[in-house]
């Protein structure tokens, strides 16, 4: 069965593929240890073959904390006081050059420039200009690497969600989490590699979906799994009322040879793909319940964390999980908070918003360095795009709101591989344009796969006639950021 599946699915057999790999007994040995179960037989021949980067990677997993709505720079990150000394002046049109505008501002004549209502202050050895909106992220200032100069196409929400996510603005590509998954596959048997955390803030919300954890073409295997906040973490995960493990088993190993005979039939691989989620969904049921369960945290990490991450569903909470998921051995951890869209009333959504994501964004940061993981574990914190240095609307100083800007916005990093207490790119005094070391998004996931070992120019996977990968035809690793 173990040399049909290898002729089947790799056209080798395994004398070839230990030919090519130019391996003898010893490196055989080498490769069994970098790699658990690389040359295990069963069913798992597949997943065990995943797992190899292309190089030594820097970390071996993401948790990615995206700020869905797009949070405003010019409040958190990228202080710019010419704002505030020309406040309520037109924006030169030298400035703007005429660039796209939605169409929420495309009719308006002015263009009023405002000035943050919050004051910002240089923290740490860095200097890094933080807002006093995010008190515990100054705190840990000297861990960040902020990236000032990303930059998109696109300029409405979905399209840009989208391509954040997925390196594409269509759908039906597959996310950032699931080419991971794809690449190195799992590090624990019992768990995805890839897993979703929901949670919605207090400010002007955007909707998030399923195509945004996609698997798109590849196998759905790869595809994330999305955790609630009910009494069941994930869905349809527990037995049926009237059945016991024992009965559970039995069915599976049921299934499992009618699978296998479908597979012998027609060799469509979503078979063996089937066949591998039943059976992860089986070992899941011991994993999840006690991954999600916090009672046994520490006083010190809930005081870290705040009280709100004893509440399941909250940000807070699931930064808490964020941090288990990805201590167990999940390789992709990708949170969703919803909330950043302010067109209008900045000045009392955000403060809200920013008190829900700082603390525990912070706290993860710190949670991983006392535990040794955060040297392997890069955890990335943004949006979709930024916010235009201009009112939306009427100015008023004290309730202004900023539409989207794709030309220029800030992520920060941690962990993982990348430089600390550092800043790259920058952009000119007015926060609109990039004037050093811009980055695309092309360009950020090249970086990210690049931190895990991987090439992305070699992440392939071929559709429709096609090679595919996540960053499409573009993208550069910016390599300044990486330690």
């Known amino acids: 069965m173990k040399n049909e599946f290898l002729e089947n699915r790799f056209g080798i057999n395994r004398r070839h593929f230990l030919g090519k790999l130019s391996v003898g007994l010893g490196s055989a040995a080498l490769g069994s240890l970098l790699i658990p179960g690389l040359f295990k037989g069963g069913d798992d021949d597949l997943a065990s073959l995943a797992g190899i980067p292309h190089f030594a990677p820097k970390a071996k997993r993401v948790i990615y904390l995206f700020q869905n709505g797009a949070p405003s720079q010019l409040e958190s990150f990228d202080y710019k006081p010419m704002l505030n000394k020309m406040h309520g002046q037109d924006l030169p049109a030298s400035v703007r050059m005429g660039q796209r505008l939605t169409g929420m501002t495309s009719n308006q004549t002015k263009f009023p420039l405002v000035g943050s209502y919050f004051k910002f202050q240089q923290h740490g050895q860095s200097g890094a200009w933080i807002s006093e909106l995010f008190p515990h992220m100054a705190k840990i200032a000297d861990e960040l690497c902020f990236i000032k100069s990303m930059h998109t196409e696109a300029i409405n929400h979905d399209p840009a969600l989208t391509f954040m996510q997925t390196g594409a603005q269509q759908g039906n590509r597959p996310s950032m989490g699931a080419w991971l998954s794809y690449g190195l596959g799992s590090e624990n048997k019992n768990l995805p590699a890839f897993c979703v955390l929901l949670s919605r803030g207090r400010g002007n919300g955007q909707g998030v979906y399923s195509k945004l954890w996609t698997n798109g073409f590849l196998d759905s295997v790869h595809q994330g799994v999305q955790f609630s906040s009910g009494e069941e973490p994930v869905l349809y995960l527990n037995d049926p009322a009237g059945a016991d493990r024992i009965a559970r088993r039995k069915m599976l190993d049921k299934l499992a040879e009618l699978n296998t005979m479908g597979y012998e039939t027609f060799g469509d691989p979503e078979i063996q793909t089937r066949i591998q989620q039943y059976e992860m ?120 709101g900023r539409d989207h800007h794709p030309r220029c916005y800030t992520i920060w990093m941690a962990g993982g591989g990348v430089k600390k207490g550092m800043t790259y790119g920058e952009t000119d005094e007015f926060g609109y344009n990039i004037v050093k070391d811009p980055v695309h998004v092309n360009d950020f996931h090249a970086t990210v796969l690049n931190l895990l070992g991987l090439d992305h120019e070699k992440l392939t996977f071929k559709h429709l006639g096609r090679r595919y990968r996540l960053t499409d035809v573009a993208g550069k690793v910016i390599r300044p950021v990486i330690a």
């Open 281 to 400: 969904a089986y070992r899941m049921q011991t994993a999840v319940p006690e991954l999600s369960d916090v009672s046994k945290e520490p006083d010190h990490i809930i005081k870290m964390y705040g009280p709100e991450c004893l509440v399941p569903g909250t940000y807070a909470a699931n930064c808490l999980l964020a941090r288990k998921l990805s201590e167990s051995g999940v390789r992709f951890v990708q949170l969703y908070h919803q909330g950043w869209d302010q067109h209008g009333n900045l000045t009392g959504e955000m403060p809200l918003q920013a008190q829900d994501a700082d603390r525990s964004s912070a706290a993860l940061v710190m949670d991983l360095k006392q535990r040794g993981l955060l040297d392997e574990t890069l955890v990335i914190w943004g949006g979709e795009f930024g916010r235009t240095n201009y009112c939306q609307g009427n100015l008023d100083e004290k309730n202004y």
